[in-house]
């Protein structure tokens, strides 16, 4: 998508994938400060120690202690994370949902809830309601999300086997304006234990998955069946992936150019 961008732009540009091993982290930031690199995304799993590298964090990554974006701004090498902005763009470009004043479920804890729950509070939802099988994760998301912005009201409820038996999960979903999949549920080969709970949400629930391998998730054609409206999970790499281009380059990201080529790539 990025190639694609660069393409539709007509810069003099190159995006590319390099394998960096932990111990050579600090070669690409040397690029940057160098002039030949103007930017790159780290991922997994060098999202945490690339920043001891960086001269400076923006917020969002701050807040989420993981770096996703690294860019240049004179001679300062920083690192954003533009994940938790991703999907907000994607919630409001995709779906027309606001998050503001409203009920939200996040289902999972890990590194991309994080950066979810933290987008979610700074657009100051009401309630965000952390879902995890592990206890301890989801406390430590709300944790962080508490110290960063107290309007929100933060929760997190333990589900040991199933949602749909556990009645404080249902309570939590019953009254929810948004619930988001964040866990490995449903990629490729990894099946939900169970979906029954998706028949108790009422009707006005948007329903996101961030994972977009298949595109049509078991747990959007379970809402779908309820006929209840769904956000894809591709739209979230979209969007964080546009907002990197604006960072790298300063130019407006032709996100309908990107959105077809990350299109094709996942057909
Ligand atoms: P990412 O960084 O992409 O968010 P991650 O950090 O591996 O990925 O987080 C995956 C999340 O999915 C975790 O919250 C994990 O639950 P735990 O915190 O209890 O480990 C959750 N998850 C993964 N596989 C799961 C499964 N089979 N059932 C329920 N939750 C699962």
């Not at 907002?243 to 080529?261: C, Q, S, Y």
Request: proline share 4%.
């Amino acid at each position: 998508m990025h190639t694609a961008a660069i393409r539709k732009l007509k810069l003099n540009a190159d995006y590319q994938a390099m394998h960096v091993r932990p111990d050579a982290l600090a070669e690409p930031v040397n690029l940057m400060r160098k002039g030949f690199l103007d930017g790159f995304n780290v991922t997994v799993p060098h999202k945490l120690a690339i920043i001891k590298y960086l001269d400076a964090l923006t917020p969002a990554a701050k807040k989420i202690g993981a770096v996703n974006t690294v860019y240049r701004r004179g001679k300062k090498v920083i690192g954003d994370n533009t994940d938790g902005a991703g999907f907000l763009a994607s919630l409001k470009h995709q779906a027309g949902f606001h998050p503001r004043g409203k009920n939200c479920v996040i289902i999972g804890a890990g590194g991309a809830a994080l950066g979810i729950a933290h987008a979610l509070a700074a657009s100051k939802c009401k309630t965000l309601t952390v879902i995890n099988r592990s206890a301890a994760n989801a406390d430590k998301i709300c944790l962080s999300v508490k110290k960063a912005q107290k309007m929100t009201q933060v929760k997190s409820i333990e589900v040991r086997h199933k949602i749909s038996a556990t009645p404080a999960a249902l309570e939590a979903l019953l009254d929810t304006d948004l619930v988001i999949n964040t866990t490995t549920l449903g990629m490729k080969g990894i099946k939900w234990p169970d979906l029954g709970w998706v028949k108790k949400l009422g009707k006005k629930t948007l329903i996101a998955d961030i994972v977009y391998n298949p595109r049509k998730t078991p747990l959007l054609g379970a809402a779908k069946k309820q006929k209840l409206r769904t956000l894809e999970g591709y739209g979230m790499l979209l969007y964080q992936g546009a907002l990197a281009f604006t960072l790298f380059t300063r130019r407006k990201a032709p996100v309908e150019v990107m959105e077809r080529a990350l299109l094709r790539s996942l057909a």
